[in-house]
């Protein structure tokens, strides 16, 4: 499977981003996906996700209440819709899918490119 990231871009904190990530060569709907982000200097870290089922969707605790991860399998695409943002937010985000549900992004054979969340002050 192939994965595209968009949605990306520059919004002043509090704001909200929606960001999508649409799929190609096999449908979205027979893998766990998940949300990652990487900082400037620092580790690749979990966002959300949600398993092969379906059924529960998983955060951090660090967005849990102001991130919303959904897929639409009809439109192969996932997305994650970001409010409350705030500068500590800023980084690359990449979506991921497998067969295997895992916070630890090593544990995600496909990847999105990454598009960059910059949450200003």
């Known amino acids: 499977v192939q994965l595209q990231a968009s949605g990306g871009g520059l919004v002043q904190a509090g704001g909200s981003l929606r960001l999508s990530c649409a799929a190609s060569?096999?449908?979205?709907?027979?893998?766990?996906v998940a949300w990652f982000r990487q900082a400037p200097g620092k580790e690749r870290e979990f966002v959300a996700g949600?398993?092969?089922?379906?059924?529960?969707?998983y955060y951090s605790e660090s967005v849990k209440g102001r991130f919303t991860m959904s897929r639409d399998n009809a439109k192969n695409t996932m997305y994650l819709q970001m409010s409350s943002l705030k500068p500590d937010d800023t980084a690359v985000y990449y979506c991921?899918?497998?067969?295997?549900?895992?916070?630890?992004?090593?544990?995600?054979?496909?990847w999105g490119q990454g598009t960059l969340v910059t949450v200003s002050s």
């Open positions: 991921a899918a497998g067969t295997v549900y895992s916070t630890i992004h090593n544990s995600w054979p496909n």
């Open positions: 949600i398993g092969r089922s379906g059924v529960g969707t």
């Open positions: 060569g096999r449908s979205l709907s027979i893998y766990a």
